[in-house]
């Protein structure tokens, strides 16, 4: 294992991530000196540098600096999303430096302390940001690596050094969260996804499976209700949440006041009344009674949580406003599965109900397009007009065959297009959005501000 304390510079490759950007975060505000290297200049990145994080946009060996270059005192970070061609990755390689998975390292920075790990196929990243959003907001406090931009910590790190504990978003991804050890989980999903990796969903179980044996003795593990998953340990507490069943952690006379869902939280031994999640979205009171359990069981009061569940600003691109009239409404979400789509559209068209929706959705890898079609359809298909883009590729080569068409063709409603990012402000200038929503988790995101300027 990496002895962290000893090495002072940390190599970034793929900088800019979102996973990556927490950890460079969370060296250089230890006293590291923190740098890499990225694709392109984003907010993200001019935001890294403004914090004293130095960045190079040139996959040059020239373009690291010098005392990177120093195998003794130098960890290299990477990334999936850096190709083997890179010609600093290929520097590193041939001359013996430390290379490390992100994962690898949060592991090791997680294992050291009392760890908290969020899993699960979707709602992890607004479960992280709840988690350590009330534990911070209570007298526990905590330490964090989110999955998104808090609004309420305008930042993906939380540190505090009074605390011991570690809230971590568990990625599923490449198995990534197998390197956690820790000492409380939650799991919010099981679903089928990531197949280019799993290649079946009894293998996404079966990771899970181990992910759960990996809780430390004592500990803690809250499961969604109905959850199919094996979870043989009998030194655990186990506990089970879900929006309104017979679940440990579960809400009663859950309602909507002005937009917002008003809901009793209710356990064994606690009952909270009246909570008024300043956050929209059905999926999103769900998502809340995990992140409220968690919070409960390592100390945060029930007056702490009343105060905190109201103030939750949410996360950016996670059921995220950003024109809210009454004559028009526009959302921005990051979702990418179909079970995501789903409980997206389905929010809106409950807080909208005599709206009329209109979804800007980019799918996600080839792979993930091939295997999903047919419920990628059937998720639009609850939106009443369609705006289906070109795949965004990400890390992936092209699959011959493999196209948006394949989705397009399957959809059911005839108020439908298929077009390119390019050509998207020009359709929405000729039709009339009542609610608009963009979905989707590659670059639809450069769409968010072109689209508020034309409706603003």
């Keep these: 294992m990496v002895n962290l304390e000893s090495i002072h510079n940390i190599y970034f490759l793929g900088v800019g991530g979102i996973g990556m950007s927490a950890i460079a975060r969370y060296f250089n505000a230890h006293g590291k000196r923190a740098g890499g290297y990225d694709k392109v200049s984003r907010p993200i990145t001019d935001k890294l540098q403004h914090e004293g994080i130095s960045i190079n946009f040139r996959d040059e060996v020239e373009s690291i600096p010098a005392h990177f270059k120093n195998k003794k005192d130098t960890l290299v970070i990477i990334t999936p999303a850096i190709p083997t061609s890179s010609h600093q990755l290929n520097y590193f390689l041939e001359q013996g430096f ?6 690898e390292v949060l592991g090791i920075i997680a294992n050291s302390q009392n760890c908290i790990a969020i899993a699960g196929t979707h709602g992890k990243t607004t479960i992280t940001t709840l988690v350590s959003y009330f534990m911070q907001q209570s007298r526990v406090g905590c330490n964090a690596f989110l999955g998104g931009v808090s609004k309420n910590f305008n930042n993906n790190l939380v540190v505090n050094s ?10 599923e991804f490449d198995r990534s969260f197998l390197h956690l050890q820790p000492q409380h989980a939650i799991i919010s999903a099981i679903d089928a996804d990531h197949l280019d990796i799993y290649k079946s969903k009894n293998y996404v179980n079966e990771a899970f ?3 759960i044996q990996q809780i430390k003795p004592n500990g803690t593990l809250i499961i969604k209700s109905g959850i199919d998953v094996k979870i043989n340990r009998d030194d655990i507490q186990v506990y089970t949440y879900s929006l309104d069943d017979n679940s440990d952690f579960k ?3 859950i309602r909507i006041d ?20 300043g956050l929209p979205g059905r999926i999103n009171v769900e998502n809340a009674v995990a992140a409220i359990a968690m919070a409960y069981l390592n100390g945060a009061h029930e007056d702490e949580i009343y105060n905190a569940v109201p103030k939750f600003k949410g996360i950016e691109r996670r059921f995220d406003y950003q024109i809210h009239r009454k004559d028009f409404v526009y959302i921005d979400d990051y979702a990418h599965h179909p079970e995501e789509l789903k409980a997206a559209i389905t929010s809106i068209k409950e807080l909208f109900e005599d709206k009329k929706v209109t979804g800007i959705f980019q799918p996600h890898l080839y792979s993930r397009t091939s295997d999903f079609a047919d419920e990628f359809a059937q998720s639009l298909d609850l939106l009443d007009e369609i705006i289906l883009l070109d795949i965004y590729p990400a890390r992936e080569e092209p699959i011959p065959g493999v196209t948006s068409e394949m989705i397009f063709n399957k959809l059911k409603k005839s108020n439908k297009v298929l077009c390119t990012k390019d050509n998207v402000l020009e359709i929405l200038k000729v039709r009339n959005p009542e609610v608009l929503i963009t979905l989707g988790a590659g670059d639809i995101d450069e769409l968010v501000q072109p689209i508020k300027e034309l409706f603003e």
């Design 258 to 277: 002005n937009g917002l869902y008003v809901f009793d939280f209710v356990g064994a031994k606690i009952k909270i009344r009246d909570l008024k999640l």
């Design 98 to 103: 430390t290379i490390k998975k992100r994962s």
């Design 251 to 253: 809400t009663e006379n």
């Design 162 to 171: 009074d605390s011991d504990l570690m809230v971590v978003e568990a990625d």
């Design 209 to 211: 499976e181990q992910f």
